[in-house]
């Protein structure tokens, strides 16, 4: 269960009875736990998320476990204290549930956590007054909230750790992850040459690896990838804002997705596994639409990629991910997008970040907020997708006279990108149902088709 687990051709069953009964727990846990509750009601009515979406993991009595086995739940090899079992859908984008041998028997669960971000964001932002136990840097550090009629609330922060024990980090360890933090942080995306760029971003790579090891590296790398790309999208700036008034954070990410020009595509795929992600399935919405895209996941740390990159027909029969892919006379919406910007990698940041939310209430307070939400892009009982309105960035004008001298863009193109800019990120609002873990090709390929930059300058140019 810590290594990649995909059912055959990455068919993602809808697992609604496991999700089902996860939710009646969690409404018996939050009758019980007024604090908890409470809690609730405000990342509801604060941040348009569902209380369900921020549930790391609960504990229940051992009378429950015939249930849970009975909808799909198997044994996960997960480090747990003694007389635990550790149960996780292993299809399914669903909170764990640990079998407790010293649990009393009761309705609901005996324990439940929820993970932010950030234990210190998160007591600072509920204004509580505890200490976690585990030292800053630790693994695994644990907090109880509150205990109310044998309802105990907690919040859980993970440092690339999948597992349930604590352990005292090793000496020296807070200092190494402060450093590799700021080598993330102030990697050079733009060296005056791609070339450089990819190559310094190796190295800060293996030195972040040496520090901190491959896991907790993981976590650190796409934290600052979140960091950057919010700085450049107010949409994800006024979101964050509201999710850190509760101390919550980014924890309630789906998936990040990096568009890649095809020259370093395979530079992209190798740097992702060097942290720990494995491939998953691979998109190819044909000759047409022109795009593929490769999904990567690390387990152990719940972090998934949507890697995007133009395509040709003749690629899609092997890995497209595992070799350089030859330069083209043409660039489809992705292509032109890191032409106009740079990779998603380099110099742009990710495209956007896809979060879980309570789909409908998200686009009001959004709304609210004056920003506005496109027109879905998915739209099944089980999985809802839509942007924001993009972000528009300026484009430097010599990247846009490169693209012309390619033939890529045409002049009035050219100068249009040059005066207006064009759209660089989003924020996507996303929500998940019966643990729906995949993703729908024909609607991704509608919103890649629908984002590509000569169509959106058109649009601005007549508007």
Not at 78 to 107: E, F, K, N
Not at 356 to 385: H, V, Y
Request: proline share 5%; with cysteine.
């Amino acid at each position: 269960m810590t290594a990649l687990n995909a059912p055959a051709n990455f068919n993602w069953p809808l697992a609604y009875e496991a999700e089902a009964l996860l939710a009646a727990h969690i409404r018996a846990f939050l009758a019980a736990n007024r604090a908890a509750a409470v809690l609730a009601d405000r990342m509801r009515d604060g941040t348009g998320t569902d209380f369900f979406e921020w549930v790391d993991h609960f504990i229940v009595s051992a009378d429950h476990e015939k249930s849970f086995r009975d909808c799909g739940f198997v044994p996960e090899a997960a480090d747990a204290p003694a007389g635990h079992t550790v149960l996780a859908h292993p299809h399914a984008m669903l909170p764990r549930v640990i079998v407790s041998r010293d649990a009393q028997p009761s309705a609901g669960p005996a324990v439940l956590a929820i993970r932010p971000e950030s234990l210190a964001d998160f007591i600072a932002g509920q204004g509580l007054d505890g200490a976690p136990a585990g030292a800053p840097g630790s693994r695994y550090r644990v907090l109880t909230v509150s205990a109310e009629n044998g309802a105990v609330f907690q919040a859980v922060e993970r440092s690339g750790y999948r597992g349930f024990q604590g352990a005292e980090p090793r000496a020296g360890l807070a200092a190494d992850v402060l450093l590799a933090r700021e080598l993330f942080r102030t990697r050079p995306r733009d060296c005056g040459g791609d070339d450089e760029a990819v190559r310094r971003a190796f190295a800060v790579q293996q030195r972040c690896l040496g520090l901190v090891g491959r896991d907790l590296a993981c976590e650190l790398f796409f934290a600052e990838e979140r960091h950057f790309w919010e700085r450049r999208n107010r949409a994800a700036r006024v979101q964050k804002h509201r999710q850190d008034g509760l101390g919550l954070g980014w924890a309630n990410h789906d998936h990040h997705t990096f568009r890649c020009s095809r020259r370093y595509f395979s530079n992209l795929v190798k740097f992702l596994e060097n942290l720990g992600l494995e491939k998953r399935e691979r998109f190819y919405a044909g000759a047409e639409a022109g795009w593929g895209a490769q999904v990567m996941e690390a387990p152990a740390v719940g972090i998934v990629v949507f890697a995007d990159v133009d395509l040709l027909p003749t690629e899609i029969d092997g890995d497209f991910s595992a070799q350089p892919l030859p330069e083209t006379g043409a660039a489809r919406t992705v292509g032109l997008w890191c032409g106009l910007h740079g990779d998603s990698f380099l110099q742009a940041g990710m495209h956007h970040l896809e979060a879980r939310f309570n789909f409908p209430l998200l686009r009001a307070q959004l709304a609210a907020e004056g920003i506005a939400t496109m027109k879905p892009f998915s739209d099944f009982p089980f999985l809802q997708q839509a942007f924001t309105e993009g972000e528009r960035w300026p484009v430097d004008p010599r990247r846009a006279e490169v693209l012309l001298a390619r033939g890529i863009i045409t002049r009035e193109q050219c100068a249009g990108f040059i005066r207006d800019g064009a759209i660089g990120s989003h924020l996507e609002n996303l929500q998940r149902k019966g643990g729906f873990k995949g993703f729908n090709q024909k609607a991704v390929s509608a919103i890649i088709a629908a984002t590509d930059p000569r169509k959106l300058q058109e649009a601005h140019a007549t508007a």
